[in-house]
């Protein structure tokens, strides 16, 4: 077969890592791709939003299969571009169309799905420019800590959460007035959910699904989980407290009832869908829906999973799902990511990175990085490689991933040494 990823970060690199061990594979094609990727197939200098130039490639390479990474372009629409041509009608691509995508593309859409189909997650309001008084007398009501999300799509930046009335309420004006452009125009007002976060992910054909291992990933900055958000500073794979009786009641209080509400809402979805999740007291609970796998935790679920991606999404594809049989490797992986200093406020790219041959006991996964003229490896974006490694317990996986750590070098280079902390 012939495939195309699209997409350039992290979690790319590591579906198209997994797909090359593919015998079902001919050639592998990434858009845009980064300097990891190229090590492993041709990347394509084609935007994720360029819809017409990813068709024409598609055509012109005869791809049988297009995997769509990254949410904008599923957001935007690129499965109905490709629906609607007939002359693409033999492409089949993975990834929900964009009424499936509203999961992600819209918080609000989202929550009313949850609430209709009784999926357990936290109340909530919405309120923008028009009503941003109601919203302010809304916010006296409720207790704190207090939870703004932008309703839009919005890079993993716009939740705000605070324990002060004033900064709640002074981030509430600033975000329908346009501090995450149109993802904001909307802002949820949401119940405050306490607990241990998690993610669980589901490969779906529409109709029958496979439920991967769980991660669990680190969005602060900080060490202890502080400072501002990311898109993501680390993870492990599975969570320790996601034990059988766990994950039943995931797969029956959650899962089920968002594929009954996807059927009854005929909405035709075909890809991943990721559960973002709270385990309070032992019962999970739905912060949010994404409609594609995450990242860093694609870099530690695709590398437990011993099926062929390639076979999964063939199946997939061709809504034979059923036939599936997951099986998951039963060591515990790991990754922590290496970012550029500054990060995520501004920061440079460009600088050269050193040291990737000294890592052999780790999966080096590119997420931000590119190759020069004279095929050096640099930084070209704020997350710049992630660092995946298997142990027989955590501690064992990141001993390596921090080994690997020391041994790749850029100038002020900077990650997390706490992953993990809260599940030991």
Sequence with gaps: MNVLVIGSGGREHTLAWKIAQSPKLSNLYVAPGNAGTAAIA?????????????????????????????????????????????????????????QGALLEGSKDFAK??????????????????DTLEAGLKYLESVQPPFVLKADGLAAGKGVIITEDLEEAKTALKEMVDGKFGEASANVLIEQFLKGIELSVFVLTDGKDYVILPSAKDYKRIGEGDSGLNTGGMGAVSPVPFADE?????????????TMRGLQKEGIDFNGF???????????????????????PETEVVMPLLKNDLLELFQLTAEKRLSEAKIEVDNRTATTVMLVSGGYPESYEKGKEITGLDQTNEVIVLHAGTRLD??????????????????????????????????????????YRSDIGFDLK
């Design 112 to 129: 009313n799905f949850m609430l209709k189909y009784e999926v357990p997650t936290g109340h909530a309001k919405t309120f923008d420019k």
């Design 42 to 98: 041709t990347n394509v200098e084609l935007g994720v939003s360029d819809f017409d130039g990813i068709a024409a490639f598609a055509k012109e390479k005869n791809i049988d299969l297009v995997i769509v990474g990254p949410e904008a372009p599923l957001v935007e629409g690129i499965v109905d571009y490709f629906k609607k041509d007939p002359s693409l009608a033999g492409i089949k691509i993975i990834g929900p169309d964009k």
């Design 245 to 257: 009786e766990f994950m039943e009641k995931v797969e029956r209080q959650v899962v089920k009832p």
């Design 373 to 414: 003229e004279q095929n050096r490896v640099l930084t070209n974006g704020g997350r710049v490689i992630a660092l995946t490694a298997f142990g027989d317990t955590m501690e064992e996986a990141l001993a390596k991933s921090y080994k690997a750590a020391e041994a790749i070098a850029f100038d002020k280079k900077y």
């Design 273 to 295: 869908i990721f559960f973002g999740l709270m385990n309070a007291h032992g019962d999970p609970y739905v912060i949010e829906y994404n409609v594609r796998m995450g990242d």
